[in-house]
């Protein structure tokens, strides 16, 4: 219970009342709840957006995407726009880092913010994803985060990086692929696999280009993993099952 606590208050901004006791070993087992926090997550995302979606797509998106960004604090947007400055300027490997830590907002971060945000809208006003759905695709964007931080090193200077890299258990990994998977198959069937496999292989992509650029990944790099990984789940969705 103590681990489970401590993953909502790592990846949403819910208030938790009960005193939760923090350890290296306690963090380790946070990990395992990330997928599973962040299908209910998914779930009452849908269930907005799907309550509303009869009164105007529209409305009901904008509702949808408001509770998905009351849920998790928007905690990865500022990752995402720190790595997005510092990945595309096509800087110097220290540059880079320099401008990920510098505390103004440049062009590319106000793109991809507006551009992620735009996405996910346009899917969530498209197509009524049912709330299995939707948590499926939540908890494949955090394997696909996952998969990055078991299989590719943080930065040296990343204390975030340092600390999930060190908390990461590869038998937790595969295990929340088995359950993963024996969701889907139960209740949505094999096509829905393709989520899961393109989120991971998306994490995957996304750290092999962390680890040229900056010799690894950082906190802002998982943040933007994840915030990019939501809106690739999503549109593969809109586009095969509109």
């Keep these: 219970m103590n681990s489970f606590l401590l993953a909502i208050q790592f990846i949403t901004r819910i208030p938790v009342f009960i005193k939760t006791d923090f350890s290296e070993k306690e963090a380790a087992k946070s990990l395992f709840w990330f997928p599973w926090i ?11 957006n799907n309550y509303f979606y009869d009164v105007g797509p529209l409305f009901a998106a904008f509702l949808g995407l408001l509770t998905w960004y009351l849920l998790n604090g928007g905690i990865h947007v500022d990752g995402l726009m720190d790595t997005a400055d510092g990945f595309l300027s096509n800087r110097e490997r220290d540059r880079i880092a320099e401008i990920m830590h510098d505390s103004t907002i440049g062009t590319f971060a106000v793109l991809s913010l507006v551009l992620v945000l735009l996405g996910k809208f346009a899917v969530l006003a498209s197509v009524a994803i049912q709330p299995v759905e939707m948590g499926i695709l939540f908890a494949s964007a955090r394997m696909g985060l996952l998969t ?3 299989f590719f090193p943080s930065a040296k200077s990343s204390s975030m990086g340092n600390f999930f890299k060190k908390c990461a258990s590869k038998k937790s990994y595969y295990l929340q692929w088995l359950i993963l998977a024996a969701i889907i198959f139960f209740t949505r069937g094999a096509s829905y696999f393709l989520y899961p496999i393109a989120a991971c292989l998306y994490g995957a992509l996304f750290g092999r280009w962390s680890v040229k650029k900056i ?4 906190g ?3 943040g933007a993993i994840v915030e990019t990984a939501e809106l690739l789940v999503l549109i593969l969705f ?3 099952f509109s």
């Excluded at 010799?215 to 950082?218: A, C, P, R, S, W």
């Design 38 to 48: 962040a299908f209910l997550m998914g779930v009452v995302v849908a269930s907005v």
């Design 220 to 222: 802002d790099v998982y």
């Design 215 to 218: 010799g690894g990944l950082t």
């Design 148 to 150: 990055a931080i078991h």
């Design 238 to 240: 809109g586009v095969f």
